[in-house]
T-cell receptor
Framework: SQQGEEDPQALSIQEGENATMNCSYK?????LQWYRQNSGRGLVHLIL?????REKHSGRLRVTLDTSKKSSSLLITASRAADTASYFC??????????FGPGTSLSVIP | EAEVAQSPRYKITEKSQAVAFWCDPI?????LYWYRQILGQGPELLVQ????????DSQLPKDRFSAERLKGVDSTLKIQPAELGDSAMYLC?????????????FGQGTRLTVV
């Protein structure tokens, strides 16, 4: 069974707008990772946040983690058409098990 | 830059036939994962290896699926016999947990179509 649950399932925005995706999980974790997947391709790692961290930035990406609520959010600022993809959160448990959510499909309209 | 290698990239097979996928993880990565991803869904963990040992195969349909990593390096995932519902992307990933709190690196996957 999948531990991560992304919200929303699909998101459509105009280029230049910000995109926010949320992830909830059920178990205790070592870290939470966000991945991007272009259609029919492999998964590309975007950013990792450890369980003792609350916020992390990487370029136009901002990730937050609230372990008390077992939730995380991914913010993509100033979106571009090239950001169109599916985004997945994945939690890494204490047994190094990496479990994915169902993903958010992001469409950025030029 | 080191990558996880998978082959083949695409495979079409008839139902009831046997099919096998190969994965070569990044050198030095002790943990290897096999995932199945059905179109429109997130990856589902099938099996996890630590070196040559299976750590988790609770979601592996063991009546038809098998996985091995004999020397603790590359790995093979086999399906026999294949069924129509096995059509999916099969993804391999590796990581170095002993190096700290790190991410998993994914290969490009093998897209399986069962006809």
């Amino acid at each position: 069974s999948q531990q991560g649950e992304e919200d929303p399932q699909a998101l459509s925005i105009q280029e230049g707008e910000n995109a926010t995706m949320n992830c909830s999980y059920k178990t205790s974790i070592n870290n939470l990772q966000w991945y991007r997947q272009n259609s029919g391709r492999g998964l590309v790692h975007l950013i990792l946040i450890r369980s003792n961290e609350r916020e992390k930035h990487s370029g136009r990406l901002r990730v937050t983690l609230d372990t008390s609520k077992k939730s995380s959010s991914l913010l993509i600022t100033a979106s571009r058409a090239a950001d169109t993809a599916s985004y997945f959160c994945a939690v890494k448990t204490s047994y190094d098990k990496v479990i994915f959510g169902p993903g958010t499909s992001l469409s950025v309209i030029p | 830059e080191a990558e996880v290698a998978q082959s083949p990239r695409y495979k079409i097979t008839e139902k009831s036939q046997a099919v096998a996928f190969w994965c070569d993880p990044i050198s030095g990565h002790a943990t290897l994962y096999w995932y199945r991803q059905i179109l429109g869904q997130g990856p589902e963990l099938l099996v996890q290896f630590q070196d040559e040992s299976v750590v988790d195969d609770s979601q592996l349909p063991k009546d038809r699926f098998s996985a091995e990593r004999l020397k603790g390096v590359d790995s093979t995932l086999k399906i026999q016999p294949a069924e129509l519902g096995d059509s999916a992307m099969y993804l391999c990933a590796s990581s170095r947990p002993e190096a700290g709190n790190t991410e998993a690196f994914f290969g490009q996957g093998t897209r399986l179509t069962v006809v």
